[in-house]
């Protein structure tokens, strides 16, 4: 081998030894230049139930150049496709971002996957790890706590709520989501010794739509007031401006230990009542428990700091918060946002254009077909003295009547894509806002693909489940948006429907006034007033109704009153029938060509499912009506005009008033509300009852509380369908703490000995229900009436 080919060889690898490094270190600067980092935090600290939102923490940090990236949480589900949510994000140079992220997770995930991609390359990663259980999960209460010491409030740990056990979870104001719908898997908040005002207007108003839905707040006083109660505003029962010393004698004795506080004094907040709220617990004039409803939800306020001496070690704490928190907010059927699925489907496929063509335009169509195809054409042949042609007449009629009847049948559905949705809109007196929760169905008179987006921050998802054809290969894909949220490609074939639902808050267009009360005296109650439509729209087959009856007030026009006389009976609302309502209303349950009215009463069938075929009111005054094309859902098609058919049932939840008549009042189950162990129910059918039966616990729901004086009587009325003597109810005592047994007559009634024991705090009463768990066990009805001096 000659030296210069020895050279050329050397010289050539040191060009390679020279120039390989400078290749590698101006990718690596390239690397560190663009480098972005991503940290995830999953729900509220981990916590996750699958039929809820699933808020995601994210934090992006680019300390590189400028970059436009997708932040998607995403993972893989149960049909072999991936789910993800994602938004779009601008990331200058050196620059971070916090915002939410809101899934919807399946039961039993355990794991996704939080990523920053740019196009198809990803820059950053994280994994989390998570922990969610199916709907049964959804008997654990979840309290979370935001306090500068949450290790004061061990207590909440003990808390016996009436199914489950309750998780407690330690947060922080930054863990807060900005959406209320991310809220939803959180049953009570504590705040303590917090400064709130650093709660962002999103944050704040979150808060207020959560507890409308039916949360729970729990806000402390005491010697740090101020910084606790900057954010909350005007949430709060009770304004605080100052301080007091007091004694704790009321509280003691509210708890039912008479004896443990008798030389106590604390500091508590003082300051002025707001409008609506109701004094539970006051010491010589000075409240120390204070209670505001807002919607379904509750806002307390404890003007002591329950962590300091000598509340922190005391037993009653745990008592009050038991009561207070434990309790779940009685809510109506309707408002767990849950559809029956078959109903909501025949409400989407209700549309004029997918109805069969009239029986009318069939007839008249065959008979042109049969008088062109026959006399006609022979009459012409005939007349051109060409009849052999019929052999080509025939056929030919033939086809350009099946083409004229293809295209006459593709312009009858039309030519735009239609847009069926259909919103269940939930509102509450004070609260500006209602809950909306709606399906859309996307009909298509061709194959083809749509970008859906909704507005007003409200979040889409897949309706009943994904499916192979809804983005293809049972993927779900959305992305959030500043207004919203969009689902692109949604696949629909020739003639098919495809449907999504919708979960978001939108301002109240509805405007109800009324100046109806609650009117208790030593008779069955009466609820008594008038109502207006104050708003711009027609409501439609309106009907009021609240757990002991309901009354059809018809079409209600703008500026029109309708009056109110219901006498609440003595009954619980599981025996109001969902069908004989539609029937009141005059709705036909059997099919007809009324395309309106079988959407409506599909659709009310849908969100008004229960146990029994009852409408289940649990407690409350409600006005439902119905608007057609008035008033928008804010889904659409982007870059596409479809025709739309939007029908809203609304349903506004009252607040009347309280009178009294008598000095003796007559208070049954119609004005209570409870929680049943059954869940939402409080009657059964069953041939394998636990042997331990069920629990149900009746709370008044008045919006302004009777501080009872004296207890005249307490009788129950079991209804069933066993022999009386098969039925083994016993009422728990408050004071002695024990179940006392309770025999029933012949007709199932019983009264209750030394009712006064027997009701708890704010007038508690707790019921349970046993049977032979071999035998059919079969309960219809729990009535109850409680005769009370105020």
């Not at 009770?238 to 509210?254: D, H, I, N």
């Not at 306020?301 to 509340?311: E, H, K, N, V």
């Not at 849950?338 to 025949?346: E, F, K, P, V």
Request: overall charge negative.
């Amino acid at each position: 081998m000659s030296n210069g080919f020895i050279q050329k060889i050397l010289f050539a690898a040191t060009l390679f030894a020279l120039f390989i490094p400078l290749g590698a270190g101006r990718e690596a600067r390239a690397q560190s230049q663009t480098a972005v980092t991503v940290t995830a935090k999953a729900g509220l600290r981990g916590f996750c139930k699958s039929d809820k939102w699933l808020p995601v923490h994210v934090t992006v940090e680019n300390k590189g150049a400028d970059v436009n990236a997708r932040v998607q949480a995403s993972y893989k589900n149960g049909a072999n496709g991936q789910t993800a949510v994602g938004m779009d994000v601008s990331l200058p140079a050196t620059s971070r971002k916090e915002f939410f992220l809101y899934m919807t997770p399946e039961a039993f995930m355990r794991s996704f996957t939080v990523s920053v991609l740019d196009g198809d390359k990803t820059l950053a990663k994280t994994n989390l790890n998570i922990s969610c259980g199916d709907r049964s999960g959804d008997m654990s209460m979840l309290f979370g706590i935001l306090a500068d010491a949450p290790s004061n409030y061990i207590a909440l740990n003990n808390v016996q709520p009436m199914m489950g056990d309750v998780q407690t979870v330690q947060l922080e104001i930054a863990d807060l989501p900005d959406l209320a719908q991310g809220w939803g898997m959180l049953d009570a908040l504590i705040i303590s010794n917090v400064d709130t005002g650093s709660m962002t207007a999103e944050q704040k108003q979150a808060l207020k739509l959560w507890l409308a839905s039916g949360g729970k707040l729990f806000v402390t006083g005491g010697i740090q007031w101020q910084p606790t109660a900057a954010g909350l505003g005007d949430l709060l029962p009770l304004q605080p401006s100052s301080t007091k010393k007091v004694g704790l004698t009321a509280l003691s004795a509210y708890a039912m230990e008479p004896d443990s506080l008798t030389e106590s004094e604390t500091t508590v907040a003082t300051g002025k009542l707001q409008a609506n709220a109701n004094v539970l617990v006051e010491q010589d004039g000075t409240p120390l428990l204070v209670e505001k409803e807002i919607g379904f939800g509750k806002v307390y306020y404890f003007a002591a700091d329950p962590t300091l001496s000598p509340l922190n070690d005391w037993d009653g704490m745990e008592k009050i918060y038991e009561h207070l928190l434990a309790f779940k907010s009685p809510k109506p059927s309707w408002a767990g946002g849950t559809w029956d699925i078959y109903n909501a489907n025949t409400a989407l496929s209700t549309l004029p254009e997918l109805s069969l063509p009239s029986f009318v335009y069939i007839c008249c169509w065959l008979g042109l077909y049969i008088v062109i195809i026959a006399p006609a054409n022979y009459f012409v042949l005939r007349r051109m003295k060409r009849t052999e042609l019929a052999w080509i007449t025939v056929p030919a009629l033939v086809v350009i009547f099946t083409c004229m009847a293809y295209f006459s049948g593709y312009a009858y559905r039309g030519t735009k894509p239609i847009l069926n949705r259909i919103m269940l809109s939930q509102g509450w007196q004070g609260v500006d806002k209602a809950q909306a929760t709606a399906l859309v169905g996307v009909y298509s008179p061709t194959r083809t693909t749509y970008n859906l987006e909704s507005q007003e921050q409200t979040l889409l998802y897949p309706f009943p489940t994904i499916n192979e054809s809804l983005q293809g290969s049972n993927n779900w894909l959305s992305a959030k948006t500043d207004s919203g949220t969009v689902v692109p490609d949604v696949r629909v074939e020739i003639g098919g429907m495809q449907s999504l639902g919708m979960d978001g808050y939108l301002s109240t267009t509805l405007s109800i006034q009324h100046n109806l009360k609650y009117v208790l005296s030593d008779k069955t109650p009466v609820l008594k007033g008038s109502l207006t439509n104050a708003s711009e729209y027609e409501l439609k087959d309106a009907v009021i109704i609240a757990p002991g009856g309901w009354e059809v007030l018809g079409n209600i026009g703008p500026g029109e009153s309708k009056k109110i006389n219901l006498i609440l009976s003595n009954t619980n609302s599981a025996s109001i029938s969902r069908y004989a309502l539609t029937s009141a209303i005059g709705w036909d349950v059997l099919p007809n060509d009324k395309i309106e009215e079988r959407r409506r009463s599909a659709f009310f069938n849908a969100v008004t499912t229960s146990y029994n075929d009852a409408l289940g009111v649990n407690s409350g005054v409600y006005l439902m009506a119905w608007t057609d094309n008035d008033i928008s859902v804010p889904v659409t098609l982007r870059d596409e005009k479809p025709n739309v058919t939007d029908t809203l049932f609304h349903i506004e939840k009252l607040t009347p008033e309280v009178e009294l008549e008598s000095a003796k009042l007559k208070l049954t189950s119609s004005v209570y509300g409870w929680e049943s162990s059954l869940g939402d129910t409080v009657l059964t059918s069953s041939y394998n009852l636990p042997s331990n039966g069920y629990n149900i616990d009746f709370r008044p729901t008045l919006r302004v509380p009777i501080h009872i004086s004296k207890v005249s009587s307490l009788t129950f009325t079991i209804g069933t369908n066993n022999a009386p003597q098969q039925i083994h109810p016993s009422i728990w005592n408050f004071q002695t703490e024990t179940w006392t047994p309770l025999t029933l007559g012949s007709f199932g009634s019983v009264t209750v000995p030394e009712p006064s024991q027997h009701l708890g705090m704010d007038g508690e009463i707790l019921l349970n229900i046993q049977g032979d768990p071999n035998n059919y066990f079969d309960i219809i009805s729990v009535d109850f009436v409680l005769m009370v001096q105020p």
